[in-house]
């Protein structure tokens, strides 16, 4: 279900919660009404101030996220989650489209942590878990990936998320929701992506 964590003390990072003020663009009130409602950030000199090098309340991401949901809508979700590959950390070695899908999942859990703990080790490869995945299945001879996102965040934010790391690689790369599978907007626990290229 879309806006409700998993698990406890969880947090994200500043780099990461930024997505949120890069996807309102210059709405910059709306950036600083939905994060500072939620206890994320300070106001500095009328200014909204996210440290980049902190880490925020999970929780509280999601809340901006059904507020912004609410008040905004789903096409607003998805240019945010479309500014993610900007902002969060994601690991080297992505050169194409299967890379740069499978690495959305790796990019997922550098970015959270658990009780003050980063959720993927990038020396050993030990990957914790506590916040879901991004899935990554790719359809023999074919150029067709489907992934299948079963974590606490918004249906349309992921679209953006997949939309933005798959067209970086494949300009004419097609993302469509697979409407015959559980979507979190209905209360489900995952959605599913379909990407062609």
């Not at 506590?130 to 992934?147: A, V």
Request: hydrophobic share 35%; net charge negative.
């Amino acid at each position: 279900m879309q806006f409700k964590a998993f698990e406890q003390d969880i947090e994200v990072n500043g780099t990461t919660v930024n997505a949120i003020v890069d996807g309102l663009g210059r709405y910059k009130s709306l950036a600083k009404k939905y994060l500072l409602g939620v206890g994320i950030g300070i106001e500095e000199n009328g200014e909204l101030k996210i440290e980049k090098e902190g880490w925020y309340s999970h929780d509280s991401w999601l809340k901006s996220f059904e507020e912004i949901a609410k008040e905004i809508g789903d096409a607003t979700l998805q240019i945010i989650g479309m500014k993610i590959p900007e902002n969060a950390i994601f690991p080297s070695g992505v050169k194409d489209i299967d890379s740069a899908i499978k690495s959305i999942d790796i990019a997922y859990h550098l970015n959270h942590r658990k009780n003050g703990k980063v959720l993927f080790d990038i020396n050993t490869g030990k990957m914790e878990e506590g916040i879901g995945h991004y899935g990554y299945e790719k359809i023999e001879n074919r150029n067709m990936i489907i992934s299948e996102c079963m974590n606490p965040y918004p249906c349309a934010f992921d679209f953006g998320i997949i939309m933005a790391m798959a067209r970086k690689f494949e300009i004419k790369a097609n993302i469509a929701h697979d409407d015959s599978k559980p979507c979190r907007k209905n209360g489900a626990d995952s959605c599913t992506y379909i990407i062609t290229w």
